[in-house]
């Protein structure tokens, strides 16, 4: 494929959900995007960078110019980083703070863009479906959003389709 000026490469910023599961589908995602051409940030919490760079070592996370990876605090106190995080308390708290980082984020990323020749500006946000805080700092922000659903297909149909479940009284299921 032939390379793209820095400034005319398409920037990418990957936001999965902080679980492992997310982490990896959007960490693939990433990989095919950037041999396609793009830069990429991969944005993930401060919690699972730490354990990155536990189970794979400090150098791990080095590597190409145009792939780089950043980190956001997840909001929760610090805790044994062999530990699981409360997931209900990390959506939580994503849903509380989730749309200040973002914006932040994507704020620092361009500001960084017009002071280097070596960083693109952000031109669009690839993120976990569940995210909103991302869906809402892109339209706020004028960025496209691309969503990713790395679920399956009845996880999907299920998230759909939940109020006529609700409505029906199909859940619980019955003589289980």
Not at 13 to 38: D, E, R, T, W, Y
Not at 75 to 102: E, M
Request: hydrophobic residues 40%.
């Amino acid at each position: 494929m032939e390379t793209l000026p820095i400034a005319k490469k398409p920037h990418a910023v990957c936001i999965p959900l902080p679980f492992q599961s997310h982490i990896n589908a959007m960490l693939k995602l990433a990989k095919l995007l950037h041999s396609k051409g793009f830069h990429i940030t991969f944005v993930y919490t401060e919690f699972n960078h730490e354990r990155v760079l536990i189970s794979r070592g400090p150098d791990s996370l080095n590597g190409l110019p145009d792939f780089r990876f950043r980190t956001i605090p997840d909001g929760l106190p610090p805790c044994d980083i062999n530990a699981p995080q409360d997931i209900l308390t990390l959506l939580d708290s994503i849903t509380k703070h989730g749309l200040v980082l973002v914006r932040n984020l994507i704020a620092k990323l361009n500001d960084e863009s017009s002071t280097s020749s070596s960083d693109p500006p952000v031109s669009c946000i690839v993120s976990d479906s569940i995210m909103s805080c991302t869906v809402e700092a892109a339209g706020e922000l004028g960025i496209p959003q691309v969503l990713l659903w790395p679920m399956s297909v009845s996880v999907l149909m299920i998230y759909l389709h939940h109020q006529l479940i609700m409505e029906k009284d199909l859940f619980p299921l019955k003589g289980i």
